[in-house]
């Protein structure tokens, strides 16, 4: 059988590698304006009117609120921003939590700007916040969210100004393929009605409404996920076949106030047990609901 001469083959294969770039561009091309779509979609949404009160009970109230759903594991305790979700440099992207004072470097919100953004998971501009996860409290009663604004709107200016926010390539991929949850707007219910108060109970259904909090590190499902970033830990299995099913409620209550299991290993300081200021009922409640989650 006659060989095909050097020259054809390597037409075909300068033809070949070509052909894969080309097609590379057109999906990446793709990729680029679905994201930037999604990025900048606006959202009409309709804002509830809350009562908000500044007394000492409700700022109370707000802190334990802010101290259980991780503004302050996130933000630091002076809110002026902390977390570093993607350092500068990272092929994704950056993504440091925000300065939410109202120092320099953070910024300036008025009480329905507030409510846009922890109800809707949208900035004043009408747009998706980054990462942000809204939709983890955004469900909160009306009670609730009212003495959450109440006291972070409230805390003291600090100037900070971090990193501003990127999102590269490799990341553009991720938020395109639904691999990271960039955009909380898209997962919220706009149209959705809550309710004025919800009274603690050591009920599942109470743990319940505790543990959504839990959901952006330990998944929807309580089941665990992969590190959040390169060379973390894995995030664990917190649901009823996880090791939360072996232990003890008492036990539980010792994890979620000290960081340290029933086998005497130290939880990693990935898990922002630190900041927690849940009162004994609260993880009575979450205990009873994770044991539930199967």
Same mark, same amino acid.
Not at 34 to 41: A, C, F, G, L, P
Not at 53 to 78: P, T, V, W, Y
Not at 95 to 114: E, F, M, P
Not at 145 to 169: C, D, W
């Given at each position: ?73 996130? !933000? #630091?305790? &002076?809110?002026? @921003? +902390?977390? %570093?979700?993607?350092? $500068? ?5 950056? =993504?440091?939590? *925000? ?20 109800? !809707? #998971?949208? &900035?004043?501009? @009408? +747009?998706? %916040?980054?990462?942000? $996860? ?5 469900? =909160?009663?009306? *009670? ?26 490799? @990341? ?43 959901? @952006? ?78």
């Amino acid at each position: 059988m006659k060989k095909a001469p050097i020259k054809t083959v390597l037409k075909w294969f300068g033809i070949s590698i070509l052909s894969i770039i080309l097609l590379a561009i057109l999906f990446y091309t793709v990729v680029y304006i679905s994201t930037q779509n999604r990025i900048n979609k606006i959202y009409q949404v309709s804002l509830q009117n809350l009562t908000l009160s500044s007394d000492s009970l409700s700022f109370a109230k707000g802190k334990h609120i802010a101290q259980n759903r991780g503004c302050m594991g996130c !933000h #630091g305790e &002076n809110l002026a @921003g +902390k977390e %570093v979700f993607l350092p $500068p440099g990272s092929p994704m992207g950056t =993504l440091v939590a *925000s300065n939410i004072t109202s120092g320099k470097g953070g910024i300036q919100y008025n009480d329905k700007d507030w409510i846009r953004i922890l109800r !809707h #998971g949208v &900035n004043k501009e @009408g +747009k998706s %916040v980054w990462f942000m $996860p809204s939709h983890e409290f955004c469900h =909160l009663s009306n *009670s609730d969210m009212s003495a959450l604004i109440s006291y972070v709107k409230n805390q003291p200016p600090v100037n900070n100004t971090v990193p501003k926010k990127e999102i590269k390539p490799l @990341g553009r991929l991720m938020v395109f393929l639904n691999k990271f949850p960039l955009l909380p707007a898209e997962f919220i219910n706009h149209s959705e009605k809550y309710a004025d108060d919800i009274p603690p109970a050591i009920t599942p259904e109470y743990g319940a409404y505790l543990a959504t909090a839990c959901q @952006g590190c330990h998944a929807k499902t309580y089941t665990g996920s992969p590190p959040l970033g390169p060379g973390g830990p894995a995030i664990p299995n917190i649901s009823h076949t996880g090791d939360v099913g072996k232990w003890k409620e008492q036990e539980f209550i010792t994890v979620m106030r000290t960081g340290k299991r029933p086998d005497g290993k130290q939880l990693s300081d990935a898990m922002p047990y630190k900041y927690f200021t849940f009162k004994e009922d609260e993880l009575k409640a979450i205990y009873a609901f994770l044991h539930q989650v199967k």
